[in-house]
Every structure is written in C-alpha cells, then in structure tokens.
C-alpha cells in the first residue's frame, strides 16, 4: 500500500474522532459551565485542527511532506498543553 495513502486515511480518523472529541467536550461545557471542559474543547480542536492544516497544507498547497507533518506536530503540542492545563484549572 502507498505510504500516503495510509497517511490520509490515518489523518482522516484523527480528524474524525477528533471532531467528535470536541463536539461532545463542547456539549458538555454548554452544559455545566465547567471551564476545564472548555480547556478540554479548545485543546482537541487544536489537536483536530492540526492533522486538517497539516493534510490541507500537503495535498492542496503541495508543500513538502515535512512541513505538513510540522505543522500537525506544532498545533497537537498547543493542543496537549491546553488539554494539560484544563486538568488543571478548577
């Protein structure tokens, strides 16, 4: 199997779930009000938003692959540092 092929399936999951992953983080927020579900929300859709960046940057602008792959890792650590903190805010 071609190698990115599987990197856009994979890409596609990850922006699936993660989607899904925020959509009921955000359900949760509205609600109970509760700011780390907000941090929670915010922090998957950055995590989300960095495998669509990253794909878009590669397959549509025909940036190399190691940008793209730059790109997803720079939004996925924003992201794991506000989920990191939504833990602990109270």
Sequence with gaps: MHLETVIIGVMASILVLGSAITY???????RTGDPSLRGLMIGFGFVTL???FGGIAHQL???GLDVGVVINAVL???GFSIITY?????
């Excluded at 009921?24 to 509205?30: S, T």
């Excluded at 939504?86 to 109270?90: A, G, H, Y």
């Design 86 to 90: 939504s833990l602990f805010i109270e």
């Design 50 to 52: 960095g495998a669509l």
């Design 24 to 30: 009921f983080a955000f359900k949760a927020y509205r």
């Design 76 to 78: 996925t650590a924003i």
């Design 61 to 63: 602008l025909e940036v």
